[in-house]
T-cell receptor, first 116, second 114 residues
Framework: AQSVTQLGSHVSVSEGALVLLRCNYS??????LFWYVQYPNQGLQLLLK??????LVKGINGFEAEFKKSETSFHLTKPSAHMSDAAEYFC??????????????FGTGTRLTIIP | NAGVTQTPKFRILKIGQSMTLQCAQD?????MYWYRQDPGMGLKLIYY???????DKGEVPNGYNVSRSTTEDFPLRLELAAPSQTSVYFC?????????????FGSGTQLSVL
């Protein structure tokens, strides 16, 4: 069974500072990896995903994440935080399958606060 | 530009009452999902459907029922509401449910059972 762990339920950074949100997965085979963002009173939106190929993945709004197989990690970063980045971020994993019907498993989320 | 539409946005139920949460998508997606979101717990899958007439249980199906008579609609039924069902419910859809497939989420239904 696969699982995903997000370290830190709350992260605060100053505007303009580096954003680092941590995600580790547990799976016998590296899964597909996703980051979703949830703005207040809204549903989740896909930020970025890793399936195959280049391990550094770029997403929307200046975010990127790097898949590191040796560390079983998929941490999310952004060089310079903006006030509009305040939201809750969810890491999610999906096992590799030939059937196409495997479900996402979500982490517990990290609430990002930006300090002016 | 509607995407995934959920109704109602808010609802308060008394213990033992029943209700249906509505979900509709206009993207002709085959796959649809119901999640519940509890503080500090992330999202848990309740039920999902891979097409009209086909549904299956997720992680936390007890106390819920679903049906999928059309591609567009995927209602979630709560029978005999209990306080443990107080949560925020999200409906989502995807085109194929396959590799790296992006989920589109509705804006959620906040349900309180008192």
């Amino acid at each position: 069974a696969q699982s995903v762990t997000q370290l830190g339920s709350h992260v605060s950074v100053s505007e303009g500072a580096l954003v680092l949100l941590r995600c580790n997965y547990s799976s016998s085979v590296p899964p597909y990896l996703f980051w979703y963002v949830q703005y207040p009173n809204q549903g989740l939106q896909l930020l970025l995903k890793y399936t195959t190929g280049a391990t550094l993945v770029k997403g929307i709004n200046g975010f990127e994440a790097e898949f590191k197989k040796s560390e079983t990690s998929f941490h999310l970063t952004k060089p310079s935080a903006h006030m509009s980045d305040a939201a809750e971020y969810f890491c999610a994993v999906r096992p590799i399958s030939n059937f196409g019907n495997e479900k996402l498993t979500f982490g517990t989320g990290t609430r990002l606060t930006i300090i002016p | 530009n509607a995407g995934v539409t959920q109704t109602p946005k808010f609802r308060i139920l008394k213990i033992g009452q029943s209700m249906t949460l509505q979900c509709a998508q206009d993207m002709n997606h085959n796959y649809m999902y119901w999640y519940r979101q509890d503080p500090g717990m992330g999202l848990k899958l309740i039920y999902y459907s891979v097409g009209a007439g086909i549904t299956d249980k997720g992680e936390v199906p007890n106390g819920y029922n679903v049906s999928r008579s059309t591609t567009e609609d995927f209602p979630l039924r709560l029978e005999l509401a209990a306080p443990s069902q107080t949560s925020v419910y999200f409906c989502a859809s995807s085109a194929l449910g396959g590799i790296g497939e992006k989920l589109f989420f509705g804006s959620g239904t906040q349900l309180s059972v008192l």
